[in-house]
């Protein structure tokens, strides 16, 4: 068997009266039906739109409060 050509069919039509589109529809089937790579991975919520970040951080307190208050965390 190569890479190129396997060696026997994959799906055989026994059906003579079978009409080109019944056969498409079982292609479409069987295809869709082994292209499954399992469950999809989480959607990831962006950080933006985390709910932490509507809520306000406390103000620093004591002496350097006012300059710490616009540091970065």
Not at 1 to 26: F, H, Q, S, W
Not at 47 to 54: G, K, L, T, V
Request: net charge positive; no cysteine.
């Amino acid at each position: 068997m190569t890479a190129d050509k396997p060696d026997a069919p994959l799906l055989k039509v026994v059906n003579t009266d079978a009409t080109p589109e019944e056969i498409a529809a079982l292609v479409a089937v069987f295809s869709a039906l082994g292209s499954s790579t399992g469950a999809p991975a989480p959607r990831r919520t962006p950080e933006w739109s985390q709910p932490a970040r509507r809520v306000r951080t406390p103000l620093a307190h004591g002496p350097g409060g006012w300059r710490a208050s616009s540091l970065p965390r």
